[in-house]
Structures are given as structure tokens and as C-alpha cells.
């Protein structure tokens, strides 16, 4: 079966970088387009970036600039470089395969990794 097994998160001060990854398997990874999303507490889940099958990639807005999605097909990882990070960037982060619709369409998670940035 699909399991997906993010790392990575901790605290840190605004202004400051980190790097999640997320391991994948039970899935035909280097097929599949990948994404990066955040859940906020109280609010919903929320798409933050694709990484194509082929290594395009597309970000929210918000993220535009401080973050970079990569994936390495040979590791069956999905990597977020996390840089200038703000107090509103504090959330669950989550991977998962993207594809259009995702909200409804996905019903199996990983267990996250927890964002915390302090003001």
C-alpha cells in the first residue's frame, strides 16, 4: 500500500530555512506528479507545490519565491526547501501524489510534519 513519510519540521525564528523531505513507496513515484501541502490549526488543508513527473514545478502564491519543490526519482523522495519563513508558514506539512481535484480525490495521508515559526 501507498505510505508517505514526511520529516524535516521543527521550530524556527522568522526569516529562517528549512528542508522537508518525504519518502514514498507502494506507489509508481517517478510517474506521478507530487505535491506539497500545509494545514493550518482551524483551517483547511491547503496546496502549497507540484512537482511534475517531468521536474516542472508551480507554487501558491504565498510561497512564491521562498520555497522550492524537487523531487529525486532514484530515493522515491519529494523535497521542500523552506526559505524566509514567516509565523503564517506555521502548519502541517503533507505529501502526496497532486492531481486535480486532490481534496476529494485523496483520502490517504501521511502523518505530517509539524512547522512551527516564531515571531
Known amino acids: 500500500q501507498v505510505q508517505l513519510v514526511e520529516s524535516g519540521g521543527g521550530l524556527v525564528q522568522a526569516g529562517g530555512s528549512l528542508r522537508l523531505s518525504c519518502a514514498a513507496s507502494g506507489m509508481r513515484f517517478s510517474v506521478m506528479d507530487m505535491a506539497w501541502y500545509r494545514q493550518a490549526p482551524g483551517k483547511q488543508r491547503e496546496l502549497v507545490a507540484i512537482?511534475?513527473?517531468?521536474?516542472?514545478?508551480s507554487y501558491a502564491d504565498p510561497v512564491k519565491g521562498r520555497f522550492t519543490i524537487s523531487r529525486d526519482n532514484a530515493k522515491n523522495t519529494v523535497y521542500l526547501q523552506m526559505n524566509s519563513l514567516k509565523p503564517e508558514d506555521t502548519a502541517f506539512y503533507y505529501c502526496?501524489?497532486?492531481?486535480?481535484?486532490?481534496?476529494?480525490?485523496?483520502?490517504?495521508w501521511g502523518q505530517g510534519t509539524q512547522v512551527t515559526v516564531s515571531s
Open positions: 502526496n501524489q497532486f492531481t486535480v481535484g486532490w481534496s476529494r480525490a485523496i483520502d490517504s
Open positions: 512537482v511534475g513527473s517531468g521536474g516542472s514545478t
